[in-house]
């Protein structure tokens, strides 16, 4: 996958929520309703997401998948994070086990 079109669509993201018009462009009329709409639509996406791996139909799965992704991405936007930060944050822990990651992980909050 080239992590290019992440770079991309979250660039389109930041011009429609900055100039896009909520009667033509879907960004900017979810981004004028707030963090909790955006938010509200990630959770409704990862539910249609989770139903169609149980159906096992890999193309719905896909479909899924990137509404997913793209209304993250919404939201990412809104709090003023990039993709990018998101894919440094998965390659930090390539290569680590995950039983290792989330022993750090819970290492380090109960030192805070």
Partial sequence: MNDSV????????????????????YVAKLAAKGLD?????????ATEFVMAAKDGDAAKLTFEAADLWFHSLLALAELGVRPEAVLAELARREGL?????????????SKE
Avoid at 16 to 21: I, K, L, N, W
């Fill in 6 to 25: 992440l770079a991309r669509v979250a660039d389109t993201i930041a011009a429609r929520r900055a100039q896009g018009d909520a009667q033509s462009s």
């Fill in 37 to 45: 709409a955006m938010l509200k639509k990630v959770g409704e996406e």
């Fill in 97 to 109: 086990s995950g039983l290792e990651e989330f022993a750090n992980r819970s290492e380090n909050r």
